[in-house]
């Protein structure tokens, strides 16, 4: 089955410091989400990407989808110890509505004050 | 923006007890809910996509006996977990997919412990 390869697993930055975090994929997209999820809770839709190259900002938050439609990228400025929590990247492979959605492994991102 | 509310956010019971998780869309009208088992520090993994008013499609490897799913309207999804045992002990998160074109929304989760 369709597989997302997400990196880094974890990262480890001290507040103000930009991060940066990847998916890719063997085979094409249609759709790329990021979701961030803290511990205990549900993951909260951050950003949706829908049409290859396309670039969206959410405050802080950049995502990418690739050209190829087999990656995307995920920056955040400039961190704050409350973007601690885990970040996953779903894709969607087709169809005219969203259907199954394939997951990254996620990457746990800790930030010191 | 889109809710989905899950209840109950926590659970725990004896082994061989059934507990039935709710999925709610609050604003909106939900044709497909997905329920995911979540283990700690690990992705989503789905269990089973069900559609309003039919059977819902489970993933391989899940017991379509062990874990129950009703979709009876467009609003609520549930999942029962029948004598369950302490296997079954994960966090279960469910989602819907709200208007055509839009992103699955998660609900906040269900800590289900088995004692």
């Known amino acids: 089955g369709q597989q997302l390869n997400q990196s880094p697993q974890s990262m480890f930055i001290q507040e103000g410091e930009d991060v940066s975090m990847n998916c890719t994929s063997s085979?094409?997209?249609?759709?790329w989400l990021w979701y961030k999820q803290e511990p205990g809770e549900g993951p909260v839709l951050l950003i949706a990407?829908?049409?290859?190259?396309e670039l969206t900002s959410n405050g802080r938050l950049t995502a990418q989808f690739g050209i190829t439609r087999k990656d995307s990228f995920l920056n955040i400025s400039a961190s704050i110890p409350s973007d601690v929590g885990i970040y996953f990247c779903?894709?969607?492979?087709?169809?005219?509505?969203?259907?199954?959605?394939?997951f990254g492994q996620g990457t746990i991102l800790t930030v010191h004050p | 923006g889109a809710v989905v509310s899950q209840h109950p956010s926590r659970v725990i019971c004896k082994s061989g007890t059934s507990v039935k998780i709710e999925c709610r869309s609050l604003?909106?009208?939900?044709?497909?809910m997905f329920w995911y088992r979540q283990f700690p520090k690990q992705s989503l993994m789905l269990m089973a996509t069900?559609?309003?008013?039919?059977?819902?499609?489970?993933e391989q490897g899940v017991e379509k006996d062990k874990f129950l799913i009703n979709h009876a309207s467009l609003t609520l999804s549930t999942l029962t977990v029948t004598s369950a045992h302490p296997e079954d002990s994960s966090f279960y998160i469910c989602?819907?997919?709200?208007?055509?074109?839009?992103?699955?929304?998660f609900g906040d989760g269900t800590r289900l412990s088995i004692l």
């Open positions: 989602s819907a997919e709200g208007q055509r074109g839009q992103p699955q929304h």
């Open positions: 085979s094409i997209f249609n759709t």
């Open positions: 779903a894709g969607f492979a087709g169809g005219t509505s969203y259907g199954k959605l394939t």
């Open positions: 604003d909106f009208q939900a044709t497909t």
């Open positions: 990407l829908y049409k290859a190259g």
């Open positions: 069900s559609n309003e008013g039919s059977k819902a499609t489970y």
